[in-house]
């Protein structure tokens, strides 16, 4: 009974710590570099020059971002490519969206797993905090997640912006073809990572 009180004071202290441990330790500077790495679906793709995700997140954080994403690029080339970039940039914010490609092309899920993994790894390694967003399965019965992004904002402590693009997807209105968002689209997307970005602290609201 006496190593219980000092075990339950442990544990109470230990809660909050575990609740908070996604919290970014700094609010982003308008000096900041965010740099938005990814497939076709950071690149725009569907949409006019201008209209992708991160064109509509700068508008709505005033916040420096860098465009990287590369049409038809896969998890793999994205690792390969990631290095350079943080090198160049310094981002104080890394933005994650890939997974489509490697599904398109019947990759293996776990390799896709891993290389978000090494991925999140090199940014955080470099002094960037990372928010990772997740892409949905295109199956014959139409849109369904993968457990796998969850699995690695877990895994990793790494914030996630999960279910925005299939709930775009699953819209006519704010698609451009099968698996790409129109202008409409990725604004939507823009403003779901806007509000995951306040919810973790990476923007101060009023």
């Known amino acids: 009974m006496k190593y219980l009180i000092p075990l339950i004071a442990i544990l109470l202290i230990m809660i909050p710590l575990t609740r908070n441990s996604n919290t ?43 465009q990287s994403g590369i049409n038809g690029e896969t998890s793999s080339e994205g690792l390969r490519r990631l290095p350079k970039l943080l090198e160049r940039y310094r981002p104080k914010l890394t933005i994650l969206c890939y997974g489509g490609n490697d599904i398109l092309q ?13 991925m999140v790894s090199l940014c955080k390694a470099s002094g960037s905090d990372v928010l990772l967003i997740s892409v949905p399965n295109f199956t014959l019965f139409g849109l369904e997640p993968l457990p796998l992004y969850e ?21 006519p209105s704010l698609k451009s073809d099968q698996i790409h968002p129109n202008a409409k689209g990725y604004r939507q997307l823009a403003e779901a990572v806007y509000e995951k970005l306040k919810e973790e602290g990476w923007i101060e609201t009023p």
């Open 24 to 66: 970014p330790k700094t609010v982003l500077d308008k000096s900041d570099t965010v740099l938005a790495i990814g497939d076709s679906l950071t690149n725009g793709y569907g949409a006019s020059q201008g209209e992708s995700y991160p064109d509509y997140l700068r508008e709505l954080t005033g916040l420096h971002i860098v």
């Open 106 to 118: 019947k990759q293996s899920l776990s390799h896709l797993k891993k290389n978000l993994i090494k």
């Open 151 to 171: 699995e690695v904002a877990q895994e990793t402590d790494t914030p996630l912006v999960e279910g925005i693009l299939a709930k775009i997807l699953e819209d």
